[in-house]
T-cell receptor
Framework: QQKVQQSPESLTVSEGAMASLNCTFSDGTSNNFRWYRQHSAKGLEVLVS????GEKEEGRFTAHLNRANLHVSLHIREPQPSDSAVYLCAVSFTGNYKYVFGAGTRLKVIA | GPKVLQIPSHQIIDMGQMVTLNCDPVSNHLYFYWYKQILGQQMEFLVNFYNGKVMEKSKLFKDQFSVERPDGSYFTLKIQPTALEDSAVYFC???????????FGKGTRLTVV
């Protein structure tokens, strides 16, 4: 069964410090990777999509993908209190037209 | 950008009754999805749908669940009968192709009492 795991479960950072979130996936048949943000009891906001090894930047959000290590990370530059939310990693696997989500990392940015 | 609309945003229903959740997907999209998120828990895949058929469903997609998109109208999730454990936020999503970017709606919060 394809699995996606995120760490840490929760993270507190000071405003302006880099925030780094991790996501590991179960096997190498994965093809698309997305990071979403979910503010409390609200919908999903896509932050960055990445399809090949390396780095992809969207504004203050940078994703790093390393398929060999089954790992994708999200780095948030200069986080602000308004970035406090749950961050979800989503992975699609070859042959499946769906995304498997991790349990999320709850980020709190303090002023 | 493209938007998936879900109506209503919140629905309260008596246990045992039928409920239909409506989703208006992005207009030219061909693949449709439902996900379920119990409050504070993980987003879980329920079902995907293409060309009038269910392609894949998870074990969460119980026999009481059904989906359809009659004549290009709303993509619907019907639960009949509802149970207390069906209380959750249900997210609809759509994509142009199977591996293309998926756009999510804001969800419908279903409360079964």
């Amino acid at each position: 069964q394809q699995k996606v795991q995120q760490s840490p479960e929760s993270l507190t950072v000071s405003e302006g410090a880099m925030a780094s979130l991790n996501c590991t996936f179960s096997d190498g048949t994965s093809n698309n990777f997305r990071w979403y943000r979910q503010h409390s009891a609200k919908g999903l906001e896509v932050l960055v999509s990445i399809f090949s090894d390396g780095e992809k930047e969207e504004g203050r959000f940078t994703a790093h993908l390393n398929r060999a290590n089954l790992h994708v990370s999200l780095h948030i530059r200069e986080p602000q209190p308004s970035d406090s939310a749950v961050y979800l990693c989503a992975v699609s696997f070859t042959g499946n037209y769906k995304y498997v989500f991790g349990a999320g990392t709850r980020l709190k940015v303090i002023a | 950008g493209p938007k998936v609309l879900q109506i209503p945003s919140h629905q309260i229903i008596d246990m045992g009754q039928m409920v239909t959740l409506n989703c208006d997907p992005v207009s030219n999209h061909l693949y449709f999805y439902w996900y379920k998120q119990i409050l504070g828990q993980q987003m879980e895949f329920l079902v995907n749908f293409y060309n009038g058929k269910v392609m894949e469903k998870s074990k969460l997609f119980k026999d009481q669940f059904s989906v359809e998109r009659p004549d290009g109208s709303y993509f619907t999730l019907k639960i009949q009968p509802t149970a207390l454990e069906d209380s959750a936020v249900y997210f609809c999503a759509s994509s142009l192709a199977g591996g293309a970017e998926v756009f999510f709606g804001k969800g419908t919060r279903l409360t079964v009492v």
